[in-house]
């Protein structure tokens, strides 16, 4: 997996999840698949395979994240006027009057309804390292769009 960068918050809070899950998650899963059996034949019992499926579930949540936070790198998103990880940006679509604020990093990174743009994206690669006023290009799915960055780091 690549390395993922994320804020010190960011990581902080998805290793306390990884602890939850690692701990209080697998008790609950463990003490509702023994409730389930408890109820008779498997092979018609709902409630079963409900916390069996919420356990495959978990338990791949769990490998995700520990993943993730084995290779993470934590970014402090210090302002430098520059794009970077962990740095919020506005922007506007050429020919278009809007603005719009995005995150530059990992989806993990995402709170109250910014959107996020991966570093490795397509625009995520265009706008890395490039200062508020700069217009870049990029290649999207329905052709080659290009953005103006309104401002970085507010």
């Given amino acids: 997996m690549a390395t993922t960068k994320l ?3 960011t990581f902080a809070r998805l290793q306390a999840e990884l ?24 092979s018609e019992n709902g409630d079963y395979h409900a916390a ?7 338990e791949a949540r769990i490998r995700q ?3 993730m936070l084995k290779d993470a790198e934590v970014v402090d998103g210090a302002p430098t006027g520059e794009v ?12 278009d009057d809007e603005v719009e604020k995005y995150l530059v ?10 959107a996020v743009i ?3 994206s397509p625009l995520g690669q265009a706008l ?20 103006e960055i309104v401002s970085v780091g507010d």
Avoid: C, F, H, N
């Avoid at 990093?105 to 709170?111: A, F, L, M, T, Y």
């Fill in 52 to 58: 069996k499926d919420a356990q495959g579930k978990m």
């Fill in 7 to 9: 804020s010190s918050a």
């Fill in 105 to 114: 990093g990992s989806i993990e990174e995402r709170d109250s309804g910014t």
């Fill in 84 to 95: 970077a990880a962990g740095v919020t940006v506005r922007l506007r679509y050429v020919g």
């Fill in 19 to 42: 602890d939850d899950l690692r701990t209080r998650g697998r008790v609950e899963i463990a003490r509702d698949i023994e409730a389930a059996r408890a109820l008779g034949d498997l």
């Fill in 128 to 147: 890395m390292g490039k200062r508020a006023g700069a217009v870049v290009g990029y290649e999207a799915p329905s052709g080659k769009l290009e953005v």
């Fill in 65 to 67: 994240l520990e993943a």
């Fill in 118 to 120: 991966s570093p490795g």
